[in-house]
């Protein structure tokens, strides 16, 4: 048999150490003389804390009607969001696997690439026309990706057929 604690006031139950607030009160038990404070459970024994009585002591036969009622509404309320973290982790994939999703990766990584050679291109920067040349025509390939046959690819990952950047050598001065 499980630990579990019951806290009505705080929505609160605790399976084996696994808490669950409740989002609105839970029901309670139609027994005891009041109104609830909060049921302990250790396995083979527990008790229940009323706030105008004293504590009641439960033994193992008291499990059923006294503490499984509890046990289930945790069970129930742990298996809806497990699915709806699911449902949202499914939807969060797709989302982030679908062609936009995709096509703006593509586009960020290939404006990262594209910006990491601008230094390259400045009027002031020594270079040759020739290598000039072999960058301009590196960041052009660069621009034109995502017009290619088969993009977006992965979103400009290992998938994407990325042109290779020339080795480019600066003037000495």
Do not use: C
């Not at 808490?19 to 029901?27: A, D, H």
């Not at 804390?49 to 059923?64: F, K, M, Q, R, S």
């Not at 009622?69 to 994939?93: F, G, I, M, S």
């Not at 690439?113 to 270079?127: C, E, G, V």
């Amino acid at each position: 048999m499980p630990s579990v604690t019951v806290v009505p006031g705080d929505r609160l139950i605790i399976v084996d150490g696994v808490p669950i607030v409740f989002e609105s009160p839970f029901p309670i038990l139609p027994h005891g003389p009041g109104e609830m404070h909060a049921l302990q459970w250790h396995g083979k024994q527990g008790h229940i804390e009323w706030t105008d009585d004293i504590n009641w002591p439960l033994e193992a036969e008291a499990y059923e009607e006294e503490v499984a009622p509890y046990v289930a509404l945790w069970q129930a309320e742990k298996a809806r969001r497990e699915k709806a973290a699911a449902e949202a982790e499914a939807a969060r994939l797709a989302e982030y696997n679908g062609e936009p999703a995709r096509f703006e990766r593509l586009r960020a990584e290939r404006d990262r690439r594209i910006a990491a050679t601008d230094y390259l291109i400045m009027p002031d920067y020594p270079l040759n026309d020739t290598y000039r040349r072999m960058v301009e025509y590196y960041r052009q390939a660069l621009r034109d990706l995502p017009t290619k046959e088969g993009a977006p690819w992965d979103g400009g990952g290992d998938a994407t057929p990325w042109p290779a950047m020339p080795a480019v050598q600066s003037v000495r001065l």
